[in-house]
T-cell receptor
Framework: NAGVTQTPKFRILKIGQSMTLQCTQDMNHNYMYWYRQDPGMGLKLIYYSVGAGITDKGEVPNGYNVSRSTTEDFPLRLELAAPSQTSVYFC??????????????FGDGTRLSIL | DAKTTQPPSMDCAEGRAANLPCNHSTISGNEYVYWYRQIHSQGPQYIIHGLKNNETNEMASLIITEDRKSSTLILPHATLRDTAVYYCIVRVASGGGADGLTFGKGTHLIIQP
């Protein structure tokens, strides 16, 4: 199993450009998440999804959009990139097991620089 | 979710047990203690979690005090590959897992050869 796969691994954008960070998982997990990690800091939740067609905002959603058309894929869209969005972006997924929270599985991240 | 406090860094000799403390004095009865680690340039990796009983798996042991206000993650025989930032996270047990994890700054564990 590949687990959670993120593409691209690195990207440099100019201010005002847009791009989509891709995330796909092959574990048939219902829940998927996007986090960002700034240098020396912990992860912050951007958006999450509990299943296809359902998304919700996390702690820092401004400047981002997501969609969840399939169970496997959860792309993150940046519109009008700003230097403050320079960060490492992690996608994660977890299974649904009734009401008990399950551990999250993370991808290896996308390192994004906005210049 | 309750707040956690961890030392910013720790050293441990290779082959020895690494004991990583976490304080969570405001933990409530329905909150679990989770541990994740992040090796440089990789995504976080789940290690272990528990409610009130001690837990052990192939990676580590988790010791939770009787009053649940603190816990210790134990890596029994640390190797150089265990050098990473370790995150202690307190999270409600129920709710289906739809909410995200709250990561602090964690403990940077350095295994010395």
């Amino acid at each position: 199993n590949a687990g959670v796969t993120q593409t691209p691994k690195f990207r440099i954008l100019k201010i005002g450009q847009s791009m989509t960070l891709q995330c796909t998982q092959d574990m048939n997990h219902n829940y998927m998440y996007w986090y960002r990690q700034d240098p020396g800091m912990g992860l912050k939740l951007i958006y999450y999804s509990v299943g296809a067609g359902i998304t919700d905002k996390g702690e820092v959603p401004n400047g981002y959009n997501v969609s969840r058309s399939t169970t496997e894929d959860f792309p993150l869209r940046l519109e009008l990139a700003a230097p403050s969005q320079t960060s490492v972006y992690f996608c994660a997924s977890s299974p649904y097991r009734g009401r008990h929270n399950q551990p999250q599985h993370f991808g290896d991240g996308t390192r994004l620089s906005i210049l | 979710d309750a707040k956690t406090t961890q030392p910013p860094s720790m050293d441990c000799a290779e082959g020895r047990a690494a004991n990583l403390p976490c304080n969570h004095s405001t933990i409530s009865g329905n909150e679990y203690v989770y541990w994740y680690r992040q090796i440089h340039s990789q995504g976080p990796q789940y290690i272990i979690h528990g409610l009130k009983n001690n837990e052990t798996n192939e990676m580590a042991s988790l010791i939770i005090t009787e009053d649940r206000k603190s816990s210790t993650l134990i890596l029994p025989h640390a190797t150089l590959r265990d050098t990473a930032v370790y995150y202690c996270i307190v999270r409600v047990a129920s709710g289906g897992g739809a909410d995200g994890l709250t990561f602090g700054k964690g403990t940077h564990l350095i295994i010395q050869p």
